[in-house]
């Protein structure tokens, strides 16, 4: 009777454990993800995120798998080694270099898409962040671009949040004044500051505990 008794015990001990661990969550991403230009590489991205949901009271980890330079086709080729065992959940924050390279939209979906594939595959809840193109490809490759986030995201039942930098429209930065954005942003005027990032972390956040509820459920 002892004998079963220390045995529950030990189970009961053990399930604790396990209900212990923190929440995993992989930040599949570019330089944005990545910290790119930061002298202190704990004002980035993922740093911060981390600190913020804790401040929430969330036992988390997320893990940086942000590479500077990374375009669509990059994450999807990376997706299935970035997510190791002990991943709960994934945020895919990609596109920005595709922007910049001016690369087709049509392209830059499939990627997206064989990335949620990969975790739907492994039933991973995903927050999936979209970018905005710029005007200057003209509205047909705006339109394509901006609107594939919105669609993938329906098509898989992600979560999506509309605006990477939504905490910093939020804050007052217009895409019409560029000043107004560079008060936040390294002086390359594409990678945001420590006070960037924090302020793109209070946008997402709320978006991301989301994500955490989702795990499990």
């Known amino acids: 009777m002892r004998r079963m008794r220390n045995a529950a015990i030990a189970v009961l001990a053990l399930s604790s454990f396990a209900m212990a661990e923190p929440v995993t969550i992989v930040a599949l991403g570019d330089s944005l993800t990545a910290g790119y230009g930061l002298e202190d590489q704990s004002q980035g991205f993922v740093p911060q ?4 949901l804790k401040t929430k009271g969330h036992d988390v980890v997320v893990q940086n798998a942000g590479v500077s330079g990374d375009t669509t086709a990059g994450g999807l080729a990376r997706v299935g080694w970035a997510l190791g065992p002990e991943t709960d959940a994934l945020i895919v924050t990609l596109g920005g270099n595709d922007l910049l390279r001016g690369l087709d939209p049509a392209s830059s979906r499939a990627n997206l898409d064989g990335i949620l594939k990969e975790a739907v595959a492994r039933k991973l809840p995903v927050l999936l962040v979209a970018m905005k193109a710029p ?3 003209g509205p047909e490759y705006k339109q394509a671009f901006d609107v594939m986030y919105g669609e ?3 098509m898989y039942g992600t979560l999506l949040a509309e605006d990477f930098f939504g905490g910093l429209r939020a804050a ?3 895409p019409a004044d560029p000043a107004s954005f560079a008060k936040f942003m390294q002086a390359d005027g594409l990678h945001p500051s420590p006070e960037g990032v924090k302020l793109i972390v209070e946008g997402l956040g709320p978006k991301v505990e989301d994500l955490l ?3 499990g459920s």
């Not at 995120?49 to 913020?52: A, K």
């Open 152 to 154: 993938l995201s329906a």
């Open 49 to 52: 995120l981390e600190g913020w």
């Open 135 to 137: 005007g200057n490809f």
């Open 213 to 215: 509820a989702a795990v």
């Open 172 to 174: 007052g930065a217009d």
